[in-house]
């Protein structure tokens, strides 16, 4: 079993959908969650950060964190095209300073 | 500029040879990180850097792969005797907080033939 498990997708919506995107891991001493967005041929750039269980949001994106199910989320409320990228969920903590990240979910939007 | 910088962007090389791969990170941050990226098999950790600490190589995949990092700045992965399936993408990334918040270069697009 992967540390970090992600549905790659692709997932395709119209132009003012929500997206929910998922993940879920195994480490129950990750501390951080992160959704790192990456646009093809560039290289990841961090989207949204997270510390505890519960809620944040950031404009048209909220994350979710629970770590009783140890599940993650990511919404994307009224999705434009511009939103089209491949999304990594990615854990952080624990014994060793690596970040384990998903495999992606590639997404698109159409307009 | 003010980002993480790989060089080269793209390399084509023949099985057997050796590549070297550099990483420029942003400066005053002291972990280094490389990934790798594989079609449909999201990043891959290979080696982390933090500071003067050691290394730490556990992702590395064989005695083929070997990174360094030179006054706490650049770093060069290198891959004697590539294969085929070392093609892939390089990713490396810098972080000046202890967070997991890492900035990524654009990457290095190797392919062996």
């Known amino acids: 079993q992967k540390e970090v498990e992600q549905d790659p997708g692709p997932l395709s919506v119209p132009e003012g959908a929500i997206v929910s995107l998922n993940c879920t891991y195994s480490n129950s001493a990750f501390q951080y969650f992160m959704w790192y967005r990456q646009y093809s041929r560039k290289g990841p750039e961090l989207l949204m950060y997270?510390?505890?269980?519960g809620n944040k949001e950031d404009g048209r994106f909220t994350a979710q964190v629970d770590k009783s199910s140890k599940y993650i989320s990511l919404f994307i409320r009224d999705s434009q095209p511009s939103d089209s990228a491949t999304y990594l969920c990615?854990?952080?903590?624990?014994?060793?300073?690596?970040?384990?990240f998903g495999t992606g979910t590639l997404l698109a939007v159409q307009p | 500029g003010a980002g993480v910088s790989q060089s080269p962007s793209n390399k084509v090389t023949e099985k057997g040879k050796d590549v070297e791969l550099r990483c420029d990170p942003i400066?005053?941050?002291?972990?280094l990180y490389w990934y790798r990226q594989s079609l449909g098999q999201g990043l891959e950790f290979l080696i982390y850097?933090?500071?003067?600490?050691?290394?730490?190589k556990s992702g590395l995949p064989s005695d083929r792969f070997s990174a360094e990092r030179t006054g706490g700045s650049v770093s060069t992965l290198t891959i004697q005797r590539t294969q085929q399936e070392d093609s892939a993408v390089y990713l490396c990334a810098s972080s000046g907080r202890n967070t997991g918040e890492l900035f990524f270069g654009e990457g290095s697009r190797l392919t062996v033939l």
């Open positions: 850097f933090q500071g003067n600490s050691a290394p730490d």
């Open positions: 990615c854990n952080y903590g624990g014994a060793t300073n690596k970040l384990i």
């Open positions: 400066s005053g941050h002291t972990a």
């Open positions: 997270t510390y505890s269980s």
